[in-house]
């Protein structure tokens, strides 16, 4: 007799879907991406409802509280004064800018949070892209030069780990020299290897004040009717020395966190972005959408797709919830 195939055998009770479970979520895979500004006041975002634009004081404070919850990671993201900026983008340069104090700062306080930091000039350039502009072009070669000096500066003050997310081609290899150059082998880098043209990063942009003043970012961040793409700008930052590699969004190109994951034995780590994270706040705020449910299960989503580490808004709550769980 043929025994009759059972799959609910093994989902009849919490230990036993505990024991099968094949995708974990911890608070050690979040990253958590913190806005900062020069100013004394911490600024609630009205774009992003929940999430902050710290002040420097505020910065350590609230990045202490997430380390307690378990985050051992932060991503900073500066909003720039428009006086400080340029079509040269000099205030990325600055030693003593808002970044390289802030980095100093937190590693001083929590020496054992890894701190990293975006490289990328369109919160410094008065244009609003990531890289330079000259006669309406962004120009390719110019921009990696300055984001290396870029990379130097973070390195200095103590960054763990640089993120060039500017998308031009070689950057990855000229900051990996640029690097060890300067005795700064232990930095890693973690590359936004496909970053995608995306319509959900308009919070983000309204956070840092750092949209395109002219144009979009179309001629170098990628396609997103583009999959294998991806695969391209992969290989060429595996073999330029990145650490890590990123997809950014996440939710809506699972398939490319997948298909990364396939491809590399890199560490992937995967941008839930400001659309999507805003998408979920206004569903919950209706009440049609269960909040801690639908965040977690999309983490977990992301996670099951591949992605080691997942950057997320929702970091600090999510590790709250994680941690209520057990």
Known sequence: MELPIRPRRNRRSAAIRGLVRQTRLSTEQLIYPMFVHDDVKDHPLESLPGVTRWSPDGLLREAERAHKLGIGAVVLFPKIPDRSKNPDADEALNPEGLVPNCVRALKRALPELCVITDVALDPYNSDG????????????????????????????????IVAPSDMMDGRVGEIRNALEAADHDQVGILSYSAKYASAFYGPFRGALDSAPRDGDKKTYQMDPANSREALVELA??????????????????????????????????????SGEYLMLKAAAKTGWLDERATVLES?????????DMILTYYAPVAAQWLHEKT
Request: charged letters at 20%.
């Open 129 to 160: 892209h990531d890289g330079l502009v000259r006669n309406g072009q962004v120009v390719n070669d110019d921009t990696v030069a300055v984001l290396c000096r870029q990379a130097l500066v973070h390195a200095a003050a103590g960054a763990d």
């Open 236 to 273: 060429l930052d595996e073999a330029e020395g990145a650490d890590m590699v990123m997809v950014k969004p996440a939710g809506p190109y699972l398939d490319v966190v997948a298909a990364v994951r396939a491809a590399t034995r890199l560490p992937v780590a995967a941008y839930q972005v």
């Open 299 to 307: 983490l977990l989503g992301i996670a099951r797709a591949g992605a």
